[in-house]
């Protein structure tokens, strides 16, 4: 039986989340159907002292959510053409977030966090969500374990400017078989600037 998850799992560290997350499941009601996909890669961004952290310049209106409650919507647009679905985790005043990089929809891989957001529909409508609710947009667990060699480690995409920050193996990826753990998977359609 599917369980949507709750607060209380966004509400730990953000690595933790970020690597729990791998093979759950994101549902969007996109047209009065829900869609949903198995999350396959997210990358976690935690604290001011983070430099590939959008917090890291400060507490702003813009960043404001990512000190609020877990387990909310931060979607923000790049490009200006480009949204980018994150979820925040932690406690309270302590900015983190995961962003959701690539979910398979029935076998069909949607690999990065742009085409993610444009093929579900996923805008700046959904900032600010209660993603723990059930509606509009949410986080499944549908029983589906993955073991930890399953998961591969990998550095950031798009936050070269954050120097040392940057290399933090912090993005996640649900990996075939046990190929290697720690270096770069193949080249992803669509990039994106990140958190």
């Known amino acids: 039986m599917p369980k949507i998850l ?16 791998v093979g759950k499941y994101l549902v969007c009601e996109n047209g009065g159907r829900a869609i949903a996909g198995r999350i396959i890669e997210v990358e976690a961004y935690v604290g ?35 949204h ?36 579900l529909g996923i805008d700046r409508s959904l900032h600010q ?4 609710d059930g509606r509009s947009i949410w986080f499944q667990d549908r029983g589906q374990r993955v073991s930890e060699n399953q998961i591969g480690t990998f550095p950031r995409i798009g936050v070269e400017y954050a ?23 193949r080249k992803h359609k669509a990039k994106g600037k990140s958190l």
């Open 129 to 132: 969500v209660d993603l723990t």
């Open 48 to 82: 001011m002292e983070d430099k590939a952290c959008h917090a890291s310049k400060g507490r702003t209106a813009r960043t404001e959510v990512l000190f609020g409650p877990p387990g909310i919507s931060y979607v923000y647009l790049i490009y200006g053409m480009y």
């Open 84 to 119: 980018m679905l994150n979820v925040v985790t932690e406690r309270v005043d302590f900015p983190a977030a995961v962003l959701i990089r690539a979910i398979d929809v029935d076998g069909e891989l949607i690999d990065g966090p742009g085409k993610l957001c444009r093929e």
């Open 163 to 185: 120097g040392q920050w940057a290399r933090k193996p912090w993005r996640f990826r649900l990996i075939e078989g046990n190929g290697p753990r720690s270096s770069s998977p």
């Open 6 to 21: 709750a607060r209380s799992f966004f509400n730990r560290p953000t690595l933790t989340v970020a690597h729990s997350l």
